[in-house]
């Protein structure tokens, strides 16, 4: 079992919808959760980075942790198109001091 | 603010060649990673400095794989002799440091083709 754990889709969405994408964990160690999006032959880009549990907003992106299910979400809100992307969880433990990455979902939305 | 820098961008070889990637990271930034990231998973780690320093090579094939940071800022990783198997986009990136491991920021990488 991978530490992390991710749908690899694609998931295809229309203009405008909201967008749930979802990772689960298995290390308790994990203290951070973060997201990045990766366009088609470039590199991951750090969209945002949340400590323990809760939510943690910035524009149209909402990541939220929920550390007693071991649950992590990425909500997008008024999807674009210019959000298709492959999009990766990612989890940090500061004892190992390690990221570990999810496989990430493929997006497409949809004009 | 210039970005994670990495050459070449895509790079054919065939087999049994040595082949190297380089990487030039944000400045200031102490903390060094290679990743490699096969089609339709997420990065997986090869080594990590802290300035000189490798810290954390467990996951990198010493056979076949080196790498070095020579006064803690520009990294080369080196492949002798390739496989097939090495196919795949290596990955360079930078974080400040301790205690900001998790916030890794990365170059566009180097695709590497193995023939």
């Known amino acids: 079992q991978k530490e992390v754990e991710q749908d690899p889709g694609p998931l295809s969405v229309p203009e405008g919808a909201i967008v749930s994408l979802n990772c689960t964990y298995s290390?308790?160690?994990?203290?951070?959760f973060m997201w990045y999006r990766q366009y088609s032959r470039k590199g991951p880009e750090l969209l945002m980075y949340?400590?323990?549990?809760g939510n943690k907003e910035d524009g149209r992106f909402t990541a939220q942790v929920d550390k007693s299910s071991k649950y992590i979400s990425l909500f997008i809100r008024d999807s674009q198109p210019s959000d298709s992307a492959t999009y990766l969880c990612?989890?940090?433990?500061?004892?190992?001091?390690?990221?570990?990455f999810g496989t990430g979902t493929k997006l497409q939305v949809i004009p | 603010e210039a970005g994670v820098v990495q050459s070449p961008r895509y790079k054919i070889i065939e087999k049994k060649q040595p082949v190297a990637f380089w990487c030039n990271p944000i400045s200031g930034h102490n903390t060094l990673y290679w990743y490699r990231q096969n089609l339709g998973q997420g990065p997986e780690l090869l080594i990590r400095y802290e300035n000189e320093e490798a810290v954390d090579d467990s996951q990198l094939p010493k056979d076949r794989f080196s790498a070095e940071r020579l006064k803690g800022v520009d990294s080369t990783l080196k492949i002798q002799p390739a496989e097939l198997g090495d196919s795949a986009v290596y990955l360079c990136a930078s974080s400040p440091g301790t205690p900001r491991h998790y916030e890794q920021y990365f170059g566009p990488g180097t695709r590497l083709t193995v023939t």
């Open positions: 290390n308790s160690a994990f203290q951070y």
């Open positions: 990612a989890s940090y433990s500061g004892g190992y001091q390690k990221v570990t």
């Open positions: 949340t400590y323990s549990s």
